[in-house]
């Protein structure tokens, strides 16, 4: 089943809410979304609930926290049982990227209050963590004076090391070292840099 991920905020078909989310997404064409209504629930829509279910593994490597799923007129649609929540100490966390985009840094703080309300993927890493995913986020929670955030431990291949490995040259240690970029800028660097990784990791790529 092609799921593909709506990564922009303008997109009409879908709400605001669940753009700056990231919870929408296309199936055949069609729009689903998933909104995410607190920490562990969220409410899931479209029109053919047959693929609710791949829909939801798909956006739950995401956001690996939200374990219960309703249809919008509040039946269960799906459960699993709550991972264990985490509170890491900010300066505690090595990114495992180097840039922040102004748009989705923008967007992020839509739903950011709260130490919280950023919850992420990370992995240990010595007396450390290393983030998965959620640098947007941490580097708001950063912006915020924020001193914890939450995490979720989760695994990971060795794709990470080389984007570890390169933030520390970068001398990104902690999450409020993060370049901020306006949004053309970051997906040209990032993309670029994303790219020459993934073709030195499988040369025949034609990427």
């Given at each position: 089943?092609?799921?593909?991920?709506?990564?922009?905020?303008?997109?009409?078909?879908?709400?605001?809410?669940?753009?700056?989310?990231?919870?929408?997404?296309?199936?055949?064409?069609?729009?689903?979304?998933i909104?995410?209504?607190?920490?562990?629930?969220?409410?899931?829509?479209?029109?053919?609930?047959?693929?609710?279910?791949?829909?939801?593994?798909?956006?739950?490597?995401?956001?690996?926290?939200?374990?219960?799923?309703?249809?919008?007129?509040?039946?269960?649609?799906?459960?699993?049982?709550?991972?264990e929540?985490?509170?890491?100490?900010?300066?505690?966390?090595?990114?495992?990227?180097?840039?922040?985009?102004?748009e989705?840094?923008?967007?992020?703080?839509?739903?950011?209050?709260?130490?919280?309300?950023?919850?992420?993927?990370?992995?240990?890493?010595?007396?450390?963590?290393?983030?998965?995913?959620?640098?947007?986020?941490?580097?708001?929670?950063?912006q915020?004076?924020?001193?914890?955030?939450?995490?979720?431990?989760?695994?990971?291949?060795?794709?990470?090391?080389?984007?570890?490995?390169?933030?520390?040259?970068?001398?990104?240690?902690?999450?409020?070292?993060?370049i901020?970029?306006?949004?053309?800028?970051?997906?040209?660097?990032?993309?670029?840099?994303?790219?020459?990784?993934?073709?030195?990791?499988?040369?025949?790529?034609?990427?």
């Amino acid at each position: 089943m092609d799921i593909q991920r709506i990564d922009n905020y303008t997109d009409s078909r879908f709400s605001k809410t669940v753009l700056q989310q990231h919870g929408a997404y296309l199936i055949g064409g069609e729009p689903y979304e998933i909104e995410i209504t607190c920490p562990s629930e969220a409410v899931i829509r479209g029109t053919d609930p047959a693929v609710f279910d791949e829909l939801i593994e798909t956006f739950c490597f995401h956001a690996p926290h939200i374990c219960r799923f309703y249809s919008e007129t509040g039946s269960p649609v799906a459960s699993f049982p709550a991972p264990e929540i985490l509170e890491v100490d900010l300066d505690n966390i090595q990114p495992s990227q180097f840039f922040v985009d102004e748009e989705k840094l923008a967007a992020v703080r839509s739903f950011i209050r709260q130490p919280e309300d950023v919850i992420i993927q990370v992995i240990p890493h010595g007396d450390r963590f290393i983030s998965l995913d959620g640098h947007t986020r941490l580097y708001a929670a950063a912006q915020d004076g924020f001193r914890t955030v939450r995490a979720v431990l989760s695994e990971t291949d060795d794709w990470v090391w080389p984007f570890v490995r390169e933030a520390e040259k970068r001398k990104i240690f902690r999450p409020r070292d993060l370049i901020l970029l306006p949004h053309d800028e970051y997906e040209i660097q990032w993309n670029q840099y994303c790219d020459s990784v993934f073709a030195q990791q499988d040369p025949g790529t034609d990427r």
